[in-house]
C-alpha cells in the first residue's frame, strides 16, 4: 500500500496510524473510514483509527532503493499528542539515514511539532520537507509555528479550503498546496478563494499547487467546468448549486473524477524540486 494517487507525490509511508480531529478540516477526514475498512484486513489497522506506532515500519523505506518523494503519515498526524517523542525521532533517523528519497510531513498539530524544535529535540535532515495545513483564515497561527522550525523545506497544504484565507505571510514557504474537499459530504470550495491563494503565491514568489477542484466544479449558469477545460450544459440531474460568489459564479457537485484540476482554464503543476538541483 506504499503507492499512491496523491498529486503531489509517489508514495506513502506510514509508522503512525489513527488520528483525533483538532479543527474543522478534520470533519470528513478520508483517513478514518478507510482505517475502518481496512480493520477488517490488515493486522495494522487492527484498531481502525484508533492513535497507533508501528515499529516494524521504521525501517520500510530503507528497502525502496529507487529515489521517490514520500508523504509521511496520510493515515495519520505524526505530532498527534499520543505519539512518544522517542518514535517522532526515530522516524526522522530514518528519514536522515534514507537519504536520496524526499520526504513531506504534513502537521496540523503546529505547537507539539515547534516545540520539539525549541527543545532541539529534532535534527532535521536536507531531505524533510515540512508542511503544515491550513484549512482556513482561523488557523494561519500554524505557519509561524512552521516557520520557527529549522526545518530545511517548508511548506502548506491548504485543502480542504474552507474559507477566504487574505493576507498570508508566506517568508520562508517554498511551496503551497491548495484544493477542495471530496468524500460524500464534502463541502464546495468557492472559486474566489482558490484565486486568493494562487495570486498570494504569485505576488510572493511561492510556488502554488491545484491539486484539485474535489467533488464540486465551478458553474457559470450555463456550463459546467469539467476535466481537462471542457464543458457541457447544465442538465438538470445534479443538485441545485449552492455557492455564489461575487463574479456571478457557481459551484455544482460533479464529483471529483469530472471536476478536474484547472484553476481559470490552467493546469497548476509546479513542485520546487522538479525545478531545482537535489535537497542536500
Known sequence: MSDTSIEWTDKVW????????????????????MANRLKHMLPKYEYGFDVAIHPSELERPLGWKKPATI??????????????????????????????????????????????????DICWPPNAWMGVTVESADHVDRIDDLRMTTARHKFISMEPLLGPVPGLDLKGIELVICGGESGPRARPMAPEWARMIRDQC????????????????????????????????????????????????????????KSGRLLDEVDWNEIPWNESKEDG
Not at 17 to 31: D, F, L, P, R, V
Not at 84 to 91: G, M, R, T, Y
Open 14 to 33: 506510514n509508522p503512525v496510524t489513527g488520528c483525533t480531529k483538532i479543527s474543522e478540516g478534520c470533519t470528513n477526514c478520508y483517513a478514518e473510514p
Open 71 to 120: 508523504f509521511v503519515n496520510s493515515m495519520g498526524d505524526l505530532f498527534h499528542p499520543l505519539i512518544p517523542a522517542k518514535f517522532i525521532l526515530s522516524v526522522f533517523n530514518t528519514i536522515q539515514r534514507a537519504h536520496w528519497h524526499r520526504f513531506q510531513i504534513l502537521t496540523k498539530r503546529s505547537a507539539i511539532m515547534q516545540a520539539m524544535t525549541d527543545k532541539e
Open 202 to 257: 504569485i505576488d510572493q514568489g511561492v510556488t502554488f499547487f491545484f491539486k484539485q477542484w474535489g467533488e464540486w466544479a465551478p458553474w457559470d449558469g450555463k456550463l459546467i467546468r469539467l476535466k481537462d477545460g471542457k464543458h457541457v450544459l447544465w442538465d438538470g440531474d445534479n443538485p441545485i448549486p449552492d455557492v455564489i460568489n461575487e463574479h456571478g459564479e457557481y459551484s455544482v457537485r460533479v464529483g471529483r473524477s
